[in-house]
């Protein structure tokens, strides 16, 4: 058990959206109690190739929540993705909401800041969020309290929020068959990610959980959403009691042969800006490709 303010009395609505180009889930999570809603980890659609930005995936969440009258409140970022770009800027214009992410996204905006050569007029302090979470940081979704625990490892940044019953993991662990991400990225850590997974695993054992990705591991069909039981009894990198050793080792060697994300550059320019697209001098929308950089 934690110290963290887990109520398993509290059983949020978690309705899942498979993205199938980048096998991300985003989440609406109602309160159980009133209208209030958060959306965690939304999508914006990219063709890289084409250069060109499209909001289908968003739209749904959006068309969702207005069909079933619901009110959003937050827009979570578990952390600064690197496989997919946020569409948490377009949701808030077309919604409300407040946008949060953990407090060490400073910490990201100034390794991928130097990387991607920005200027002074790209601020480092988190102003492009509405909310930087601290470690244990409690917040309200409607009735529902719900709480963020500090999960670095896979990024400096790495967050798990916890709503009632029902914690999303963001990129901290996969379903059980699929183990756990890398902890390559600048600021990643293999040993500082099992301690974090450790956490998680310390929550009540019938703790839903939500993952941020899933890529239906020998031809399974995709899911999402499995328990703290089943994490530590039977989790392939870290489950029934592997030692700390055994996973840095086992992911040191696993990171070393892993391809980078395919859409990383573009990925990290809008996340670190909350989802904002940067622009060139004349106010375009224009994306920087550095090289030999990552």
Request: aromatic share 8%.
């Amino acid at each position: 058990m934690t110290n963290y303010p887990v109520n398993l009395d509290t059983k949020p609505t978690v309705q899942a959206f498979f993205d199938e180009a980048t096998n991300t889930i985003s989440y609406i999570v109602k309160d159980p109690t009133s209208l209030a809603c958060a959306i965690v980890d939304s999508v914006m659609d990219i063709d890289y190739s084409a250069g060109r930005i499209t909001y289908d995936h968003a739209d749904e969440l959006i068309r969702q929540i207005q069909d079933q009258g619901l009110k959003l409140e937050w827009i979570i970022e578990t952390h600064v993705h690197a496989d997919h770009l946020s569409a948490a800027p377009y949701i808030q214009e077309k919604l409300g909401g407040k946008i949060g992410i953990g407090s060490n996204i400073l910490v990201v905006q100034d390794t991928f800041g130097k990387v991607f050569n920005e200027g002074t007029e790209f601020q480092r302090d988190g102003s492009q969020f509405d909310a930087l979470f601290e470690d244990g940081d409690t917040y309200m979704v409607g009735n529902m309290q719900a709480f963020a625990m500090y999960t670095p490892g896979h990024t400096p940044a790495c967050m798990v929020h916890v709503m009632g019953d029902a914690a999303f993991v963001g990129d901290t662990l996969f379903m059980p068959d699929g183990g756990s991400a890398r902890a390559d990225f600048p600021g990643g850590d293999a040993g500082v990610l099992y301690d974090s997974i450790q956490k998680v695993l310390a929550l009540p054992a019938e703790t839903r959980l939500f993952m941020c990705h899933d890529y239906g591991p020998n031809g399974r069909d995709i899911a999402w959403e499995t328990t703290v039981a089943e994490e530590k009894a039977s989790n392939i990198h870290v489950g029934g009691g592997k030692t700390k050793d055994e996973f840095v080792k086992f992911r040191n060697e696993r990171d070393a042969v892993l391809d980078m994300p395919k859409l990383i550059i573009p990925s990290l320019q809008v996340n670190m800006r909350a989802g904002e697209v940067p622009t060139d001098s004349d106010g375009n929308p224009m994306l920087k490709v550095p090289v030999n950089s990552l």
